[in-house]
């Protein structure tokens, strides 16, 4: 919880109080496409995202007019300490697209979000269509535990 939306939280109301006025600015928060679709596994984990996107949505109002506040989800981009790579090629076969996300996609997906200016309290899940929940339902558990 510290991390994942204790932090952001801070740092974005340090970030608006000091911030030059008059000026439009931008916040995009990091957060996970599984606040769409949760699932049973990494509960503290998709809690503490939850609560990052529900952050998100409430300060695109609070912040607003001259700070937007949106958010990325991306789905499996990197493999995990805990993954071997096959365990990593299975969790991303499984997805609609049947492909990695791109960390590149994701600094696509945010030069899109800095560039629409009537964006706000959005989320653009860069997650192959997992959050669709197609080949690994919410109940199953991802590929590495």
């Given at each position: 919880?510290?991390?994942n939306?204790?932090?952001?939280?801070?740092?974005?109301?340090?970030?608006a109080?000091?911030?030059?006025?008059?000026?439009?600015?931008?916040?995009?928060?990091l957060i996970?496409?599984?606040?769409?679709?949760p699932?049973?596994?990494?509960?503290?984990?998709?809690?503490?995202?939850?609560?990052?996107?529900?952050?998100?949505?409430?300060?695109?109002?609070?912040?607003?007019?001259?700070?937007r506040?949106?958010?990325?989800g991306?789905?499996?981009?990197?493999?995990?300490?805990?993954q071997?790579?096959?365990?990593?090629?299975?969790q991303?076969?499984?997805?609609?697209?049947?492909?990695?996300?791109?960390?590149?996609e994701?600094?696509?997906a945010?030069r899109?979000?800095?560039?629409?200016?009537?964006?706000?309290?959005?989320?653009?899940?860069?997650d192959?269509?997992?959050?669709?929940?197609?080949?690994q339902?919410?109940?199953?558990?991802?590929?590495?535990?």
């Amino acid at each position: 919880m510290q991390i994942n939306l204790r932090a952001p939280f801070v740092l974005i109301q340090e970030f608006a109080r000091r911030r030059p006025k008059g000026v439009p600015a931008n916040v995009v928060n990091l957060i996970d496409e599984r606040v769409w679709n949760p699932t049973p596994f990494f509960v503290s984990y998709t809690v503490s995202k939850m609560g990052l996107w529900g952050l998100t949505q409430t300060l695109a109002l609070a912040l607003a007019p001259e700070v937007r506040v949106n958010a990325i989800g991306p789905g499996p981009t990197l493999q995990s300490v805990h993954q071997t790579p096959e365990q990593f090629r299975r969790q991303w076969a499984m997805m609609p697209l049947r492909r990695p996300i791109g960390v590149e996609e994701i600094c696509r997906a945010l030069r899109f979000i800095l560039d629409a200016p009537s964006m706000t309290g959005q989320m653009i899940a860069l997650d192959g269509g997992q959050h669709l929940g197609w080949a690994q339902p919410s109940g199953v558990a991802p590929a590495a535990d």
